[in-house]
């Protein structure tokens, strides 16, 4: 890794300066932090897992036609992406109440929605990530109209992909988060891609017959059995775990 220039360390993975133009790639960490950086830990071989599922579902995903910043999986822990200029906003959907949704509403957990929901979070630590309405968002010119529209429909689309892909192998897909960038399209313009990472870190994913949890929130609230969980979801998928150390130092 030390021949990369590095271009940031977030908390579950390290960005590096690609061997092109215009290119980063992503090195998936075992670290995993909750809370907004209170909860500190690893999950071993997790980097490995979020990799391959990231890559599983970036490709699933551009071949129903949702443009995506993936281009290749380089090694175990690293893959090859464009470089986006991210929009600072988490958008979150929701399938089913749980998490912060519950807490806020005070409503149990579990509750099937009649329609998902899809919100916006700032992506801002300091501030910790507080939700933003979609008014927000334009008057702030954080996005412009025609992106936010964008970005719901993809979102909508992503969404309904994902809950049969996942229900195929007996998961419930109850809630996840995404990030969009915008790519430059080589002339003076760019559009929109989804970004960084689909993997247990950051949705919900539930067993469909036993609720039995299988995402990072076996890790946040010390439930045990994250390692278990993460290659459960990779066993369904059909995710290899084997080693392959194509990894270069
Ligand atoms: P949410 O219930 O809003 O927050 P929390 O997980 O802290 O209770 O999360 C909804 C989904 O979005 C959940 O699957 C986790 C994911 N998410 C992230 O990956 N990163 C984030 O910063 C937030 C707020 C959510």
């Keep these: 890794m030390s021949n990369k220039e590095m271009l940031y360390e977030g908390k579950a993975k390290i ?3 690609g061997p092109k133009p215009d290119t980063i790639i ?6 995993a932090t909750a809370f907004n950086n209170v909860k500190k830990g690893t999950i071993a071989g997790k ?6 599922m990231s890559e599983l579902i970036m490709t ?8 995506t910043h993936f281009i290749e999986r380089l090694s175990d822990r690293e893959q090859l992406c464009h470089e986006v200029e991210i929009i600072p906003l988490e958008v979150i959907v929701r399938n089913t109440v749980a998490g912060t949704m519950a807490k806020t509403f ?3 957990e579990g509750l099937r929605l009649p329609r998902p929901i899809i919100e916006f979070s700032l992506k801002d630590d300091d501030l910790g990530d507080p939700l933003i309405p979609e008014n927000h968002i334009l008057v702030l010119e954080i996005a412009k109209e025609d992106e936010l529209m964008e970005m719901m429909e993809m979102t909508s689309k992503i969404n309904d992909f994902l809950r049969g892909f996942f229900a195929a192998v007996g998961i419930e897909l109850i809630d996840f988060k995404l990030e969009f960038g915008r790519l430059t399209d080589g002339q003076d313009g760019h559009f929109l891609v989804l970004a960084d990472e689909f993997s247990p870190d950051n949705c919900r994913l539930w067993d469909f017959e036993t609720g039995e949890k299988l995402d990072k929130d076996r890790f946040r609230r010390d439930l045990g059995g994250e ?5 459960e979801v990779a066993r369904r998928l059909g995710i290899s775990l084997e080693v392959e150390d194509k990894e270069e130092d």
Aim: net charge neutral.
């Design 60 to 67: 699933r995903l551009g071949a129903i036609g949702i443009p």
């Design 26 to 31: 992503q090195y998936f960490k075992d670290d």
């Design 106 to 108: 005070g409503i149990e």
């Design 47 to 52: 980097g490995i897992i979020n990799n391959k």
């Design 227 to 231: 390692v278990e969980a993460y290659q």
């Design 15 to 17: 960005l590096y300066k």
